[in-house]
């Protein structure tokens, strides 16, 4: 008898074959293998939303070879990731593979360990095509307003654009913040703290709240007002006239969910969102542990908003919480978390897949990103499970002429969860306010006199709203029900790539493009830019998911209106209408005496004069200033090779060059390269970008000619997940390749409409 079991990834098919017998083949079709074709809508909106699908290039040799496989198996059992994106694999695999319908069997499950495995093995189902067709419901109208808005945007703004729900939300969202931060109008403000000792010589430091006998806190908005109050009690002594003790119980964090994985990777570990991911996904598909465990799975299935957790594992958590940390760090009954309403509880939290593998025991078998984001969740969950922490809290009133100060603090009495993960906060402003608050203070009894050593008032100003960071952003979207799990990250690449954003640090800064691109949007389109429209189409994928909502009606309510809305943008809005914000440069044009613009061209920014076409003056920006005088050039910090006088950076038409001081009686240049971030996978030397003829870009080794690596496909940092070795992007395409010999891995990157 023989048994074939198709899964998504390789390294998934890797992990799960260990954990079948002779009997089961185990093959990866390696993502999607049917999808809409790409130059054209592919969907017959007339015939009811009809999608026209076809066998995505590149995969017609593997589609053959799962063809063969299926014809000669007694059972096939699709095991595709437990979301609707996996069920609509499923259902796109039996389709293009002609399995009848009585002939399939699907299995899921949320941990890849051999239980797991066997028992989805002894309890498979059919296709559940409610999933399916919420998937495609989804990819449908991303696809709709992807190909139709697109052209527009092109012929209005720019060429090489896109729209769709999510992205152009999401943008929507930085560039409103940004507008906040510019409307911003600063408030001046005054604090007082005082330091002051008490008869055992120990320091304290309590702040300004106001009058004596007034609840509310006094503001001080100037100097004056604060001076007013430092003088009143300058060189005065303070009473202790109320010291309230308490208790305080804190509670852990639920375990994560993927937005709160995401939030807590990016504040703890400084992982953007795709690194997160990819990091999560290595995890849960298997790691070899060798002698500790050969190939398992390390987590549960990491695109989830539930937090629901399995008997078992609380059990199993419970029973180490009591062995490792002892009885008193274990409440009596085990926790269980509360899900938002619109969570899909089909999966669980993100957990350990085992708690026998603490992140000590499996540490040498890891990565270093892969050990940090394991020992992330693991902390996480195992808190999650653990007793409160206890606190003693003290709040002090102290009093001088007239004028109330305080100072609260607290000390950890039982440190229940907190011996193992404590959540970190937003920002560092709110760090520092929580240690201000929750310092430890030193013993003070009611009516002590406190000798004042200093007076502290201090300027503040108001700060603007701080700049959306991929952890906060992440955090508004699923608050306001915008997008999904599996959206989150696909979104932020997407809205950086197409220059719409940019970051800065760690924060996310839209660009002159994406904020026009953004009013265009919301004068032309509303609805789709709309944060309550685009969280109500999410309930709605939810309902079809659910069988409570039918596919064709839910995109026939949505096209009526949009077709309106495009119909009416096309004839009203014009390129004319639409000016990209210009960025003036300090240079004047020496022709006319207009003042010089930054242009893009062919090889990148330069220097153009406004009045083109009356005026065609340009310059490379790093020439002469309003001034006229040269700019100081850049020395290198390298000497020439030939005749060993200083290098400075020059700019030509293939971008930017070393060129030798003495030019022209020494012609020696050198161009100056950017590295890729990438190291070289024969020498492990730093790669870098370089141009050939025609200005094509190509990667080289930095220890060129030492080594001869070179490549005109992108490295990059991925691993192959069937040979191990690097994984490029494709030249022109939007692929990662393997290029060993024999291998043959591809993978389409995603777009909106594909994990969006």
């Known amino acids: 008898m023989t048994n074939l079991v198709i899964v998504e990834s390789p390294a998934k098919a890797t992990t799960i ?11 990866a079709s390696k993502g999607h293998v049917r999808d809409l074709p790409k130059s054209t809508l592919g969907i017959d909106i007339e015939n009811h939303f009809s999608p026209h699908y ?14 063969k496989e299926a014809k000669n198996a007694d059972k096939i059992y699709l095991a595709t990731d437990p979301d609707r994106e996996g069920e609509a ?17 699907r299995i899921t499950f949320n941990e890849i360990t051999k239980s797991a495995v066997k028992d989805a093995i002894k309890a498979p189902r059919g296709l559940d095509m409610d999933l399916v067709n919420a998937q495609q419901a989804r990819r449908i109208l991303d696809r709709i307003v992807g190909y139709k808005l697109s052209p527009f945007l092109w012929k209005t703004v720019q ?9 152009s939300v999401a943008t929507r969202i930085i560039v409103e913040r940004e507008n906040e931060i510019r409307a911003f109008q600063p408030k001046e403000y005054w604090t007082i703290d005082a330091l002051l000792e008490t008869e055992q010589g120990k320091e304290l430091t309590v702040h300004f709240h106001g009058k004596v006998g007034e609840k509310e806190k006094m503001e001080l908005p100037d100097e004056k007002a604060a001076q007013e109050i430092c003088k009143a009690v300058e060189g005065k002594c303070f009473t202790a006239v109320d010291i309230r003790k308490g208790t305080k119980q804190k509670s852990p964090a639920p375990p994560f969910t993927t937005s709160t994985m995401q939030q807590e990777a990016s504040k703890k570990l400084n992982f953007q969102s795709q690194r997160t991911m990819r990091v999560a996904q290595e995890l849960y598909e298997g790691i070899n542990l060798g002698s500790d465990g050969g190939v398992q799975g390390l987590i549960t299935y990491m695109r989830t908003d539930s937090l629901r957790i399995a008997a078992e594992a609380q059990a199993a ?4 919480i009591q062995e490792k940390y002892g009885e008193k760090y274990c409440p009596k009954e085990a926790r269980t978390f509360k899900s938002k309403a619109n969570a899909q509880n089909a999966h669980e939290a993100i957990r350990p897949a085992s708690i026998a593998l603490d992140p000590a025991k499996v540490k040498k078998h890891l990565s270093r990103d892969q050990y940090r984001l394991y020992k992330l969740i693991w902390d996480r969950f195992m808190a999650s499970q653990m007793a409160n922490a206890q606190l003693a809290t003290v709040a002090m009133d102290v009093e001088c002429a007239g004028y109330l100060f305080r100072a609260t603090g607290y000390t950890v009495t039982f440190e229940g969860y907190m011996a193992v993960y404590e959540e970190t906060l937003e920002s560092e402003k709110e760090e520092k306010e929580e240690k201000d608050k929750n310092k430890r203070l030193p013993a003070v009894e009611k009516g002590d006199i406190l000798k004042n050593k200093k007076i502290l008032p201090a300027q503040h100003f108001t700060e603007p709203p701080p700049r959306y960071t991929e952890a906060s952003l992440i955090k508004f979207l699923e608050e306001k029900g915008i997008g999904r799990p599996s959206t989150y990250t696909p979104i932020i690449t997407i809205i950086n790539s197409r220059g719409y954003v940019t970051r800065e640090g760690k924060s996310l800064v839209p660009t002159p493009l994406g904020e026009v691109t953004t009013k265009i949007m919301i004068e032309s389109f509303p609805d789709i830019v709309n944060y309550q429209f685009t969280a109500s189409m999410e309930d709605k994928l939810d309902c079809i998911e659910n069988g409570k909502e039918d596919l064709e009606s839910v995109l026939s309510e949505f096209y009526k209106d949009f077709a309106k809305e495009l119909e009416e943008a096309q004839n009203t809005v014009s390129k004319e209408d639409i000016q990209l914000p210009v960025e003036e440069t300090d240079m004047v044009c020496e022709l006319c005496g207009s003042k010089m613009i930054v242009k893009k061209g062919r090889y990148g920014k330069f220097a153009a004069c406004p009045n083109y076409p009356t005026c065609k003056n340009t310059k490379p920006l790093n020439q002469k200033e309003e001034s006229g005088e040269e700019k100081e050039p850049e020395i290198a910090p390298f000497k020439c ?8 950076l020059r700019t030509g038409r293939y971008g930017a060059f070393y060129a030798c001081v003495k030019y022209p009686a020494c012609k020696f240049t050198k161009p100056k390269v950017k590295e890729l971030g990438v190291n070289c996978p024969q020498c492990g030397s730093p790669l ?17 000619p030492e080594c001869d690596f070179s490549s005109w496909d992108m490295p990059t940092n991925e691993k192959c997940p069937s040979c191990g070795e690097m994984l490029y992007r494709k030249k022109g395409k939007n692929m990662l390749i393997c290029k060993k010999d024999g291998c043959g891995y591809k993978q389409e990157l995603p777009d909106e409409g594909t994990k969006a």
């Not at 090779?641 to 400075?648: I, K, P, R």
């Open 17 to 27: 074959k260990g954990y079948l017998g002779p009997s089961y083949r185990v093959i």
């Open 54 to 67: 076809i066998n995505i290039r590149g995969k017609g040799d593997l589609i053959k070879e799962l063809k």
């Open 89 to 105: 694999i499923s259902w796109h695999l039996s389709t293009a593979l002609g399995i009848p319908v009585d002939n399939i069997k």
């Open 159 to 167: 060429s090489g654009l896109s729209a769709g729900r999510v992205q």
């Open 317 to 320: 958590a419970r029973e180490y």
């Open 641 to 648: 090779e030939v005749c060993g006088s200083d290098m400075v």
């Open 688 to 704: 870098v970008t370089k141009y050939g003829k025609n200005r094509t870009v190509f990667y080289s080794c930095s220890k060129y």
